[in-house]
């Protein structure tokens, strides 16, 4: 039972153009949540986080939002560039016990930013 | 300075056999983490160390898979008679110290091939 979903497998966008990325998560106890882009035959490199006490955390291009009642958060990439393109995790944690230190990742989305 | 790294990138193992995959953390950093990725999906927590101490092996999927640390710096995990659905990509991330907001950095992850 996936606890953190990401519904797009794939998603293209132009270059210059805003890449949106979704991330749905059904386990009420997590309450921070990160975002790791991923290239070929490399690791997950972390992007950026946010806490559930804030709705939205900005780093230069890339903005993360949080609607907790909805269990949804979404990351924004603009302007997006093809050096963006990459597999996306949404990955989730809790504040106690295991859920403390273990990420619980989704399955991932892959940008592709066309020149 | 030096990120996490882990060796080999690459191992092809045939049914049966052990294999050992060794991971070296970030310098200074308290917490290591092991997670497993399967292909097409996220990674999924193996097992997490304190210092030298493995606080949680619950992911662990068999008891033919090991993990040590017993220095508190590199980290080896062994897989016992490797099995074909033990092919996957084994990911080493370390954190400075744990706390849910604490970032975990990847490795560029073994990439193992049961045959």
């Keep these: ?115 | 300075g030096a990120g996490v790294s882990q060796s080999p990138r690459y191992k092809v193992a045939k049914r049966g056999q052990d294999v050992a995959l060794r991971c070296d953390p970030i310098s200074g950093h308290v917490s290591l983490f092991w997670y497993q990725q399967a292909l097409g999906q996220g990674p999924e927590f193996l097992t997490y160390f304190q210092n030298e101490a493995q606080l949680d092996k619950s992911g662990l999927p068999s008891d033919r898979f090991f993990a040590e640390r017993p220095e508190g710096s590199v980290s080896t995990l062994k897989i016992q008679r490797t099995q074909q659905e033990d092919s996957a990509v084994y990911l080493c991330a370390s954190s400075r110290r744990t706390g849910y907001q604490e970032t975990q950095y990847f490795g560029p992850g073994t990439r193992l091939l049961v045959l």
């Design chain 1, 1 to 115: 039972d996936q606890q953190v979903k990401q519904n797009s497998p794939s998603l293209s966008v132009q270059e210059g153009r805003i890449s949106i990325l979704n991330c749905d998560y059904t386990n009420s106890m997590f309450d921070y949540f990160l975002w790791y882009k991923k290239y070929p035959a490399e690791g997950p490199t972390f992007l950026i986080s946010i806490s559930s006490i804030k709705d939205k955390n900005e780093d230069g291009r890339f903005t993360v939002f949080l609607n907790k009642s909805a269990k949804h958060l979404s990351l924004h990439i603009v302007p997006s560039q093809p050096g963006d393109s990459a597999v996306y995790f949404c990955a989730a944690k809790g504040d106690s016990g295991a859920g403390s230190y273990q990420l619980t990742f989704g399955k991932g989305t892959k940008l592709s930013v066309i020149p």
